[in-house]
């Protein structure tokens, strides 16, 4: 049976969500549109009921732009309605989507999981590549993957109700964008990992809906080296931690199917 399927489009972007909806069509996917929330037409009371500037501060580099903050605002109405939902997850997907892979084995290679799991990465930002540093197959020819980082970009991930509660509670204040802040998993209490091949590719014919910023490079260089330089070492410490605990789960997966 078929999860919710999620496409966050915003109201000015008929042609995406028609197109997107196409694509999942082809595979015999129906989906629900959630209506995105167009940043630039926040008022400042609006941008700030949930960013946090201070929290910008402290955490990230550079302020978040509008259409970042409506990106990440985008994306808690997908959690909120899966978290208010009765299916025990749900993929949500950004309307920039092209279908590179067979996304129903990918849901059926989910739905034979018999341990808890939080987000799934079904796509990563522009194809890019990351070192991997676990993987498992583990049905359809398809692996679980931990990656030395959790990937970026926020174009296709199944979500647990759990987890989506989770985050919510978590991101009532935020001041990063919202896929670096998942990669921040351990923050949120979540376990991100990811499922491959990724079935899912952004569409780069569509132009980005978070516009580009132009940052002073020189003047942000050193904050951000210095904000790697303790992420990196948390992310390696807490990404040793999740590994140990997937092969855990998967152990006592493979016993109980055995």
């Known amino acids: 049976m078929q999860p919710p399927v999620y496409v966050i489009n915003l109201d000015t972007s008929l042609d ?3 197109k997107s909806k196409e694509r999942l069509e082809e595979q015999s996917i129906t989906s629900e ?3 995105g929330v167009l940043g630039s037409a926040l008022t400042q009371e609006e941008l700030k009921k949930h ?3 201070n929290l910008n501060r402290e955490k990230y580099h550079t302020a978040l732009t509008p ?4 990106c990440y605002l985008s994306h ?3 959690w909120e309605r899966t978290a208010n939902g009765e299916a025990p997850y749900a993929i949500v997907l950004e309307d920039d989507i092209k279908l590179i892979g067979n996304l129903t084995n990918a849901i059926q290679t989910i739905e034979s999981f018999n341990f808890p799991w939080d987000l799934i990465k079904l796509s990563a930002y522009q194809s890019r590549l990351r070192k991997i540093k676990f993987s498992r197959l583990v049905a359809n020819d398809m692996n679980l993957v931990i990656h030395n980082k959790p ?3 926020g174009a296709a991930t199944a979500i647990s109700k759990s987890a989506a509660k989770r985050l919510l509670a978590a991101t009532e204040k935020f001041g990063r964008p919202v896929d670096t802040d998942i990669q921040h998993f351990w923050e949120k209490n979540i376990e991100v990992v990811s499922l491959m091949p ?6 780069m014919k569509f132009d980005s809906m978070i516009a ?3 940052v002073n490079r020189k003047k942000y260089f050193w904050k951000k080296k210095w904000q790697q330089l303790l992420d990196g070492i948390t992310n390696y410490r807490e990404v040793r931690k999740q590994i140990k605990k997937l092969q855990k789960l998967l152990k006592n997966y493979q016993n109980k199917t055995s």
């Open 16 to 18: 995406r969500l028609l």
């Open 33 to 35: 549109r959630i209506s």
């Open 51 to 53: 960013y946090c500037p």
């Open 67 to 70: 259409s970042q903050i409506g």
């Open 76 to 78: 808690r109405k997908a």
């Open 151 to 153: 990937m970026s970009g």
């Open 198 to 203: 990724y079935p899912i590719a952004q569409d």
């Open 212 to 214: 580009a910023k132009k």
